[in-house]
């Protein structure tokens, strides 16, 4: 069918076509009744969400997402599932998309055996085989996009989950309040666009009370302090060449550390640095910056960093977008450009730095940062350029940005960070995010 899909989505579906015709012609759909007979009998995933005592939460098991790059390294979804399972959650969903997802229908079939509440298969499903080859390794439910689907598409896969005695929750309505996984990125846009109110309940919580479900994800769009719903700015410390620099800034907590690999006083060359970014832990983004670099050299790269996020000064290809890592295109701001002009694809972070003639990055320099508010209000963007401790809260108070990312600004000398000020910034940005 034909949608209004964004082009993320649009590649993914794709995928799954070539998937699902790899599949059938490789007669595994005659052996898929004779499985499914001998398959557990399904749990009943309603029911599970139907608790009163409780919100009844459906946690998730993701690897990874176009939009927020790897969220677990190494992934284990049994330990995982076990852990939200002995922690309460009413029922676990399993990304079984692998291309950009990380997921397989072998993590949905551990999970299911290890854990006693029902598994629902999250998927990009648009083929009765699916729902099959779902039912036969276990899942009690998967999960339809509405987005993706005609009206006759959608009651037909419902209806096939219905005769094996499955649940079928379309993602855009009904009780379960899940995210659409057909929209990388859509649940940063939205809560860009809610305004910040401090010590307010979520909004997919407010919506469900006792009896609802509410799906949490496992993506890192933004940290939470514990028990709080506050929203917290992303750091990002860029242009790290030295070990202590990168200890330090992982024990302030820097969620993204940046690396240099293209022409600048901050370069770094891969057999120097591969073993300081090896110690960086999993969590905390490695990116490598690149100016013009062809996909190819970056991607060779990224294997021998192991790097999770790539920051690029020239406009994305198909080819960099294959390589799942997460985007972060960078965009050098002139003085009254219309930065809602600049093309952008759900899943990027915008990372917005700036325009000094034959100068990329690491100017000290900073740009109008009103000039984002509209794009802030639909993607996850990054502010660098010329911040510093003394500025970076009105960079923060101005847009409520995704990150911010300092580079000169906590530097010694190009290269080698000063400490008090690397502190000093961090604490300036956990300060305003406290207001």
């Known amino acids: 069918m034909a949608t209004k899909a964004a082009p993320i989505l649009d590649r993914i579906l794709q995928a799954r076509r070539a998937a699902i015709e790899e599949l059938k012609a490789s007669g595994v759909e005659a052996a898929l009744p004779q499985s499914i007979a001998a398959s557990p009998a399904p749990r009943d995933f309603r029911q599970a969400l139907r608790r009163t005592d409780a919100v009844a939460l459906i946690a998730e098991c993701k690897e990874r997402s176009p939009s927020g790059g790897v969220l677990q390294h190494p992934y284990d979804p049994v330990r995982l599932a076990r852990r939200y399972a002995a922690n309460g959650a009413a029922a676990i969903s399993v990304l079984a998309e692998p291309e950009f997802f990380g997921g397989s229908l072998d993590h949905l079939q551990a999970v299911r055996s290890a854990v006693e509440v029902p598994v629902l298969c999250k998927d990009f499903i648009i083929d009765p085989i699916q729902v099959l080859a779902a039912r036969a390794v276990g899942a009690d439910a998967v999960l339809l996009i509405v987005g993706v689907l005609d009206d006759g598409a959608l009651r037909a896969l ?17 009780t379960v309040a899940i995210a659409d996984p057909g929209r990388p990125g859509r649940d940063q846009r939205e809560r860009h666009r809610e305004p910040r109110r401090r010590g307010r309940t979520s909004p997919a919580r407010g919506r469900c009370g006792a009896g609802r479900g509410v799906a949490a994800s496992s993506g890192r769009s933004r940290r939470q302090s514990p028990g709080a719903e506050r929203i917290v700015t992303k750091i990002k410390i860029c242009g790290n060449t030295r070990a202590d620099d990168v200890e330090l800034a992982v024990e302030l907590g820097a969620d993204l550390l940046g690396f240099i690999f293209t022409h600048s006083k901050r370069q770094v060359r891969v057999d120097e640095i591969k073993d300081v970014i090896a110690q960086v832990p999993a969590g905390v983004e490695r990116v490598g910056v690149f100016i013009d670099e062809p996909t190819e050299q970056i991607g060779e790269v990224a294997r021998a960093c192991g790097l999770t996020a790539i920051q690029v000064y020239r406009p994305l290809t198909e080819k960099d977008r ?102 000093a910034f961090v604490e300036a940005v956990r300060r305003v995010d406290r207001e």
């Open 322 to 423: 294959s390589l799942g890592l997460l985007l972060l295109p960078a965009f050098r701001v002139q003085q009254g450009e219309d930065l809602t002009t600049i093309p952008l694809e759900d899943g990027d972070h915008p990372l917005f730095d700036t325009w000094v003639p034959d100068s990329v990055g690491g100017t000290g320099r900073a740009w109008a940062w009103a000039q984002a508010r509209e794009v802030v209000r639909k993607y996850p963007v990054v502010v660098s350029g010329g911040l510093t401790a003394g500025n970076v809260d009105g960079a923060v108070r101005e847009l409520h940005p995704w990150a911010v990312d300092v580079c000169s600004g906590v530097e010694a000398e190009p290269g080698r960070k000063d400490h008090a000020k690397l502190r």
């Open 158 to 174: 419902q209806a096939l989950a219905t005769r094996l005695s499955m649940q079928a929750g379309p993602a855009d309505h009904g």
